[in-house]
């Protein structure tokens, strides 16, 4: 048996290997220096939130009054409506699509099975004005069918209406959905089929009795994926004019001058974004379904008749009107505009954006490694409670992040200025606000998760062998950690920098509400472009964040094929 003398020698040979401790008593818990690194990026995670969060506790009547009876109502109606009409829209396309290339065979099923990811690659609000430029009431659409029928198009549905946003955001954020239930339906699909057909049930009844059942965890984990991007979503609503709490926060800001009301609508969302969470944590919770590997080598069932065609249709449809049409209209405005846009000012928006999302990518993929080390080296449910913490700002919009950051920079700024001039009688101004380091801050909490799955996913693959033969060996921790696992990690770090880079290549709200003063990209010149009404100056821009959106996709697709 080992006694506390015993313990303490233990915790002071690991100390040497490199684990640095904080230890108060042998007798009390010590804190490692990795799980006090943890600890700190949970908190810098936590401070957005909690800043935006505490102005629900010194509200400011006034605001609420004028919100309550300007905005507030129309807000929330707006906010459910989208977010109804887009998670039924992506499910219904998601699911059926999913379905048809995981259990049947028809011409061209192995091309649309990857070809239906490409809409990943193009940011919802190029989507949204491309569809403006090509279906608005001056587009060519239009045009074309006036002077063909010589009438007034009264019957045309308006695109800018509440529709139009619903159908460009299904159409932008179906493959969450098809992604997720595709995996489903190929581990388990053909044999529940199967398993439904022999109690009797015809094909109709086995998909929506069995299938469709034993398919909900993943539908719902896709589900709640577009949930929280359709909330987060800022410019395609913008580019609409369709009010919702994430262009209410941005012009509460900037048009209305008013930090704390843009605060205060922010931690309302920030709350139903967080019940949101709550709930599809609890519906999982009683969930317990079983796959088979196996499942996925079962014959598909062949198409035949007209059942061929209507399905190829279909897919060809969703295909035609999510990726081919606006990618061959930004072609084509890029190319008119191309002599005319392309100038200095551009080359500076496009080094901007890159520079922007290459130290995005580096600090989010350092801090992603911190985590995943951490977790690896201790398994207490204190610390993998702090790590949820760290990558829960995924699930906060931009908009939200920008408020709840901006404001501590503020206070802090105002500290430093203050400490500065009272011993050094020397005026700095603004020291951290309004600069690289805010947006970076930003960055960083907002896609820590997105840098965190792939790496921690190439962790858990690296035998703790390892680990353990380096530390007898004498080796610190940080010298594992640099010489032995972030050589083994590398496809991972990369698929993680990859997605973080597109990501903030594509981010449009932090960066237009922290950018400093001249600092625009490419997501910000779409945005000035688009305010407008200048769809071919805003073309050339997206094609290069297209292009750019291209890569993680074909990262997946390779990945998905080894």
């Known amino acids: 048996m080992r006694n506390e003398k015993d313990d303490a020698a233990i ?40 800043v935006v969060i505490s102005s629900l506790f010194s509200p400011a009547g006034d605001i609420w009054l004028h919100l309550l009876e300007t905005t507030l109502p129309r807000l929330l109606n707006n906010t459910f409506w989208l977010a109804f009409g887009v998670v039924a829209g992506t499910t219904l396309l998601g699911v059926s699509l999913a379905w048809f290339t995981a259990v049947y065979e028809f011409p061209g099923r192995k091309f649309f099975s990857w070809a239906l990811l490409l809409p990943f690659a193009i940011p919802a609000y190029v989507t949204a004005f491309v569809m403006l430029g090509i279906f608005d009431f001056t587009g060519p659409i239009q045009t074309t069918l006036r002077v063909w029928s010589g009438s007034d198009l009264l019957w045309f549905p308006d695109i800018r209406g509440r529709l139009g946003v ?26 529940s089929l199967e398993a439904a057909q022999s109690l009797g049930l015809n094909r109709r009844q086995g998909f929506f009795y069995v299938t469709l059942p034993m398919a909900r965890p993943w539908i719902a984990g896709g589900i709640m994926l577009v949930l929280m991007e359709t909330l987060a979503d800022f410019g395609t609503v913008s580019v609409f004019n369709y009010d919702t709490f994430t262009t209410a926060i941005y012009k509460a800001w900037f048009s209305m001058f008013s930090l704390s009301a843009a605060s205060q609508l922010a931690s309302l969302l920030i709350i139903i974004v967080f019940i949101l969470i709550l709930l599809e944590q609890q519906f ?9 590997k196996r499942s996925q080598y079962a014959s598909r069932i062949k198409l035949t008749g007209w059942h061929t065609w209507a399905v190829m249709g279909f897919i060809m449809m969703v295909l035609f009107f999510a990726f081919i049409l606006p990618v061959t209209q930004l072609i084509f405005w890029a190319m008119q505009s191309f002599s005319v846009d392309f100038d200095q000012r551009y080359v500076e928006f496009l080094w901007h ?8 990518a580096l600090i989010t993929c350092l801090v992603a490694m911190l985590l995943v080390y951490a977790a690896r080296r201790h398994h207490d449910g204190v610390t993998r409670t702090a790590i949820r913490v760290a990558t829960i700002g995924y699930a906060l919009p931009g908009t939200v992040l920008a408020v709840g950051i901006f404001v501590p920079i503020a206070w802090l700024d105002t500290q430093l200025s203050e400490l500065v001039a009272y011993f050094f009688q020397i005026d700095t101004g603004l020291l951290i606000q309004g600069t690289l380091a805010t947006m970076l801050i930003a960055y960083m909490t907002r896609f820590l998760a997105v840098s965190h799955f792939p790496i921690d996913s190439a962790m858990q693959r690296v035998t703790r062998n390892i680990d353990e033969a380096a530390m007898g060996l004498g080796l610190s921790s940080l010298t594992i950690l640099r010489k032995i696992h972030i050589p083994i990690l590398r496809s991972g770090i990369f698929t993680a920098a990859t997605l973080v880079f597109v990501d903030v290549m594509k981010e449009m ?8 003063f001249g600092w625009d990209t490419l997501a910000v010149r779409i945005f000035e472009m688009t305010s407008e009404g200048e769809w071919e100056q805003a073309a050339l821009p997206a094609v290069t964040l297209v292009l750019a959106g291209m890569i993680p996709i074909i990262l997946f697709l390779r990945q998905t094929e080894k």
Do not use: C, D
């Open 166 to 191: 619903i159908i460009v955001m299904t159409l932008a954020f179906y493959p969450y959905v098809y992604l997720l239930a595709r995996n489903a339906f190929l581990t388990q699909g053909k044999r």
């Open 509 to 516: 709200p932090i960066t237009l509400m922290t950018r400093p």
């Open 11 to 50: 915790k002071y040979n690991a100390g040497k290997a490199g684990s640095f401790h904080f230890s108060l008593s042998n007798r009390y818990r010590s804190i490692t220096g990795w799980q006090f690194v943890v600890f700190f990026i949970a908190a810098v995670v936590l401070i957005p939130v909690g």
């Open 284 to 292: 999982r919770s009683h969930m317990r379904y079983a796959e088979s």
């Open 353 to 360: 954006s890159l520079l922007l999302a290459g130290l995005a």
